[in-house]
């Protein structure tokens, strides 16, 4: 299964935030189908000739992620609710286990950015690491329902 950090290999990896957030949770919306490597702008400076066609091509080949979590924008409020509550986080992110927002350099599934969630890194979700069954906190957290988990 294709995942954020081989993306991640295709990126700049200079966190110029140019796109409002770092490289890999860049990396984390392109494997999620939110953004397309053209969006990088930094792709298209000669330096990188090429770089985009080998993510279009990386991404063509891999099938979406079959499950996982879908956010509706209409309905999400940014309350980073469900970042908080995550069951990943609170396993490996050692600011989100002490109550605090994870920082802009930890491996997190999804952070609010501009006043709304998004999902960069779906891959470790525990309902695609283990079972689905396994995790279904951040939906049952969510006050708008804005989470489908599937
Ligand atoms: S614009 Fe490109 S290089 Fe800059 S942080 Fe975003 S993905 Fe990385
Ligand atoms: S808990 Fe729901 S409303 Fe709050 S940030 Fe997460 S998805 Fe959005
Ligand atoms: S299902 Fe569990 S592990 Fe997956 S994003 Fe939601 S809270 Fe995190």
């Known amino acids: 299964m294709l995942t954020a950090p081989e993306l991640l290999e295709f990126l700049p990896q200079t ?9 890999a949770d860049f990396a984390g919306l392109l ?23 080998a ?10 992620a079959g499950r996982g979590m879908a956010i509706d924008p209409a ?6 609710i469900c970042v908080a509550m995550c069951e990943h986080h609170l396993a490996q992110v050692p600011e989100a286990r002490a109550g605090r927002g994870p920082g802009l350099g930890d491996r997190v599934i999804f952070r609010v950015v501009n006043g709304q969630v998004v999902v960069v890194n779906q891959e470790l979700c525990v309902r695609l690491l283990q079972a689905a069954e396994k995790c279904s906190k951040c939906a049952e957290h969510c006050p708008t329902e804005a989470i489908t988990l599937r």
């Open 15 to 23: 966190d110029c935030g140019q796109c409002g957030m770092t490289c």
């Open 31 to 53: 494997l999620a189908r939110d953004l397309s490597p053209a969006d990088c702008p930094v792709l298209h400076e000669p330096e990188y000739a090429g770089f985009i066609e």
């Open 55 to 64: 993510l279009e091509e990386l991404l063509a080949t891999a099938p979406a």
């Open 75 to 80: 309905r999400c409020i940014g309350c980073g």
